[in-house]
């Protein structure tokens, strides 16, 4: 049996033009970095780290301390500074990604957003995706409705259904895998006209797929929890779903760990990859 579905979230207009707000601050941030030169770090783990990703990181620091001082910020800069014990016992907190998709910024191809999202007891509840080359901006809330933003001008959007065909797959930009041509290769023998392959950074594939513009998003290999949950937000706002191998929609701040394992995001729930395997 089915588990009954979360009540809606009912995000107040000042919480949504407060961390629309914000990620505006942290766009234009970013891009008077993007627009000029800048020197590329490396982190631990050899992803990049730029200017633009710490000013973007201290703008919504700033900004949400403002807007919602009592919820706790878990941060993709500085989630090495909260043990672990300490984030688990949040049940309310914002997991934010200053700038999604840094390896984008550095090949200066735009493909690359600000991601908010609200979490509460490990379920995403809202979620802010901007992209700063354009400025288009998506929002959506659990049980409610997604919004794609261009400047003033609003509109809500919903996932393609049925599926185009070919079917349109979301394929990352900057990371590949032997597993996800295996699962393209099943895909594109199972889908009926076939698949169309496209590339694109960040989490703006989630919003494509929200938008009707993509239907179909698999990945195999490390994403951190703040690379996915403001789209997932979007996402299932606009009638799709992010799941993991077993067809289980994604939760958050739930282990000791932060790296997400595979997923798939798809738009149409007809499709029949919602629960699948290696193979």
Known sequence: MNAPAAPAF?????????????ARVAAAAILDIYDGEFAVERKADASPLTA????AHHAILAGLARLTP???????????????????????????????????FV???GEFSVNLALIERGEPVFG?????VGGALWHGARGGHAYRRDGEQERRIQVQTPPAQPLRVAASRSHHSQRSDDFLARAHREAPGGIAMV????????????????DLYPRFGPTSEWDTAAGQCVLEAAGG?????QGRPFRYNQRDSLLNGDFIALGDASLPWRAWQDG
Do not use: M, Y
């Open 199 to 214: 590339s694109l950074g960040s989490s703006l594939k989630f919003c494509r797929i929200a938008e009707g513009s993509l």
């Open 10 to 22: 009912h995000a107040d207009a000042a919480l949504v033009e407060g961390a629309i707000a914000i």
């Open 52 to 55: 633009a990703d710490l000013a």
């Open 241 to 245: 779903e992010l799941l993991d191998p």
């Open 128 to 132: 802010v995706v901007l992209a700063p």
């Open 70 to 104: 009592d919820i706790p910020v878990l941060s993709e800069e500085s989630a090495d500074e909260v043990g672990v014990e300490q984030r688990r016992g949040w049940e309310r907190l914002w997991l934010v990604d200053p700038l999604d998709g840094t390896r984008e």
């Open 107 to 109: 090949k200066r191809n």
